[in-house]
């Protein structure tokens, strides 16, 4: 096989595949597209030997790669580049730094995630609200949960709005925001359109609020938005959420849900949300509910889907009515 420096990407992958054995290629599999596993296992097919030396050089470029992601993650590219340097010598720190932004695309405001929240709201909380949308959709959801409780109550829905809406950035503007933030933080510059928020992303947000601030920005919503409110609140509760919930909600919901629902709902979930659900049945009612399933034979996927709504819906309600407890993310149990 050539020198590593005369690989392609696609040459090393596929020696970094064969180097990583077939459990752990497998793992990384799940995570790329048809073609791209079609093009690897082309690949590794037709790689027929592997020397030590191209094999350990391969290994290594990937280890420096994925240290440097991680030190661009803590404190930016300049921060990444110095202990690089320290470690591999200029030369090779830069050219580690230059393929990682080729290939992995540096995320922007990445250093700001290690930024305190309560300073970052200082820093953001007076800027337009589709600036602050578009750094909260960079952030992780429990950060940006945090910063957008502390915004005041009339910006709370206007910044939800503009990140759910939000689809695509020009790094343009990116660049502008990072400029106004550098002179306190620091700039990571992205050159490509990055796509940032969406439903999804402030279903996220609103998860790790408190449950005031949601109420209020989903009420805001309902009035201005009720087509994206109503899609937000159907994805804010999944059916696996019931695991949330403590037995004493559960039996509360299962007395509302209908026997035949509830084993058709059943039919697709792990074994974790089937054991709690049947744990607060009783052992007569439980054991009937697992023969329908039995019996019950292939369900359609819609079906189950269906069934699982209506559940959500149940508990959806019974929260409003403040009859559970919900518990959520960051230790708090929070009551709906």
Request: hydrophobic share 45%.
């Given at each position: 096989m050539a020198a590593t420096e005369e690989l392609g990407g696609l040459q090393k992958a596929a020696v970094l595949m064969i180097a990583l054995g077939p459990e752990k290629s497998s793992m990384v599999f799940k995570h790329l597209k048809e073609d791209e596993i079609e093009e690897l296992t082309l690949e590794i097919a037709n790689t027929k030997s592997i020397s030590p030396q191209i094999k350990e050089n391969v290994l290594d470029e990937f280890y420096n790669i994925c240290l440097a992601q991680q030190y661009i993650a803590e404190g930016g590219i300049g921060y990444a580049k110095e202990l690089l340097e320290k470690a591999l010598g200029v030369d090779a720190a830069q050219n580690?730094?230059?393929?990682?932004?080729?290939?992995l695309q540096v995320r922007?405001?990445?250093?700001?995630?290690?930024?305190d929240p309560s300073q970052l709201l200082n820093f953001i909380?007076?800027?337009?609200?589709?600036?602050?949308?578009?750094?909260?959709?960079?952030?992780?959801?429990?950060?940006?949960?945090?910063?957008?409780s502390a915004l005041p109550l009339e910006k709370q829905p206007d910044v939800a709005k503009r990140i759910a809406l939000m689809d695509r950035t020009s790094p343009d503007v990116i660049r502008e925001v990072e400029r106004v933030l550098e002179r306190k933080l620091s700039s990571l510059v992205n050159q490509d359109?990055?796509?940032?928020?969406?439903?999804?992303?402030?279903?996220s947000i609103l998860n790790a609020v408190d449950r005031s601030t949601e109420k209020h920005i989903m009420e805001s919503l309902e009035i201005e938005e009720p087509e994206l409110a109503d899609e937000?609140?159907?994805?804010?509760?999944?059916f696996e959420d019931i695991l949330l919930l403590d037995d004493r909600a559960i039996q509360r919901?299962?007395?509302?849900?209908?026997?035949?629902?509830?084993?058709?709902?059943?039919?697709?979930?792990?074994?974790?949300?089937?054991?709690?659900?049947?744990?607060?049945?009783?052992?007569?009612?439980?054991?009937?509910?697992q023969e329908?399933?039995?019996?019950?034979?292939?369900?359609r996927m819609k079906d189950v889907e269906e069934a699982q709504q209506k559940i959500?819906?149940?508990?959806?309600?019974?929260?409003?009515?403040?009859?559970?407890i919900i518990s959520r993310g960051g230790g708090d149990d929070i009551v709906v």
């Open positions: 580690v730094i230059t393929k990682l932004t080729v290939s922007p405001f990445e250093f700001v995630r290690k930024t909380q007076e800027e337009h609200p589709q600036t602050i949308a578009m750094i909260l959709s960079y952030l992780p959801a429990a950060q940006s949960g945090m910063i957008i359109y990055t796509i940032v928020g969406g439903v999804d992303e402030v279903v937000i609140r159907k994805k804010m509760f999944v919901v299962l007395r509302e849900v209908d026997n035949n629902d509830l084993g058709i709902a059943l039919k697709s979930t792990n074994e974790e949300v089937q054991n709690v659900i049947f744990k607060n049945l009783s052992k007569r009612l439980a054991a009937m509910i329908d399933m039995e019996f019950m034979g292939p369900v959500v819906n149940t508990i959806r309600r019974l929260e409003e009515a403040g009859e559970i």
